[in-house]
């Protein structure tokens, strides 16, 4: 009786944090992280941003491997593909309405503006009604064909399953330098990140669980989705060109992406900019021992301006950079205390989770 008493208890404990508000009642799968569904219901997010030049080849492509997993009998009849329009201002969205018109399993999703790619795969990932949720790019550079070796990692109990580049050969040698280097950086700072491993990921229900007991602002999943401490895997595959169009991610964007994910992981900038302090401090005493040496034991001024201009410049541009590490901090403290919501959606196609 005790034993089945626990079990009721954990089973309301899980309710209530999958709808801590209490006001929809959504019914969890009865399989356990280390038995989960042998036909589980997939939804493959993809978030689009001006995509209407890849689109319809993207969704044909998704839409036929959903049909193979399905003829595999690895998914239910019930799964899905989920285009989020991330605010488009190219005819995006009049097309995935016309792809949910053509086939039913394509559902939409329509920010009311534009959220970031973060944002936009956070919103596909807690809107869908899924068993297990993928999420890949538009522009399909990232093999499809693992969503298969993703789900017999899931049926072996893994509720987080990362895919992860072989290589960086297709990308330019800044590009390569600088993402090794990022990850190398983020590495050195104690957050567990994995090597070339972007947002193709499958999380589990439960994984998605844990994921709504995360709502800060800043959002960087690559970094929050380990923090999660489930079980997790990876697949390997080969990164291919571009399907279509443009790259939404130029350097600018790369690098205020990576800014993120520094900055919302580790203090470590802070931590430098003490040190940077404490070693100008250092300094700045050692040549005040040197300029008064020379004036009391050599009775010399110290000669010249540069002596009194050099320095004085230096210092001011070091305490304008700590101001600025100190700002990026305190501006994302006052973005996550407003509590504003990290997307919002216009529209929907298809099942209401």
Request: aromatic share 8%; glycine share 8%; proline share 4%.
């Amino acid at each position: 009786m005790f034993a089945m008493s626990w079990k009721c208890w954990a089973k309301v404990r899980l309710s209530q944090r999958w709808n801590p508000e209490g006001t929809r009642q959504t019914c969890l799968s009865t399989q356990s992280g280390n038995a989960p569904a042998s036909r589980p219901r997939l939804a493959i997010v993809v978030p689009c941003y001006n995509e209407v030049d890849a689109l319809r080849q993207t969704a044909a492509t998704l839409v036929s491997r959903l049909d193979s997993l399905l003829a595999g009998g690895l998914v239910s009849e019930l799964s899905c593909l989920c285009l989020v329009d991330d605010g488009s201002t190219d005819g995006t969205w009049e097309l995935i309405e016309e792809l949910h018109a053509a086939d039913g399993r394509v559902h939409g999703l329509k920010l009311t503006r534009n959220f970031g790619h973060q944002g936009a795969v956070l919103a596909g990932m807690l809107e869908c009604d899924a068993d297990a949720v993928v999420t890949i790019d538009a522009d399909l550079q990232d093999d499809e064909s693992c969503i298969q070796e993703m789900l017999q990692c899931y049926r072996g109990g893994h509720d987080i399953v990362l895919g992860v580049r072989e290589d960086r050969a297709s990308d330019s040698l800044l590009k390569r330098t600088t993402a090794q280097g990022f990850y190398r950086l983020l590495r050195l700072l104690g957050i567990d990140v994995v090597f070339n491993h972007a947002d193709y990921r499958l999380l589990s229900r439960r994984a998605l669980v844990e994921l709504r007991q995360y709502p800060e602002t800043n959002l960087f999943l690559r970094g929050i989705v380990p923090l999660l401490g489930l079980r997790r895997a990876t697949v390997r595959y080969a990164r291919r060109p571009r399907l279509a169009g443009q790259s939404k991610y130029p350097a600018r964007r790369m690098l205020s992406l990576a800014w993120e994910g520094l900055t919302s992981f580790s203090v470590a900038p802070l931590r430098m900019v003490a040190g940077i302090g404490f070693l100008i401090a250092l300094a700045s005493l050692a040549v005040t021992i040197w300029a008064l040496t020379v004036k009391l034991v050599y009775d010399s001024a110290v000669p010249g301006w540069a002596s009194t201009v050099v320095p004085l410049y230096f210092l001011g541009g070091v305490q304008i950079l700590c101001l600025g590490v100190i700002g990026e901090y305190v501006g994302k403290i006052y973005l996550e205390s407003k509590r504003r919501p990290r997307y919002a959606v216009e529209s929907r196609l298809g099942a209401r989770p």
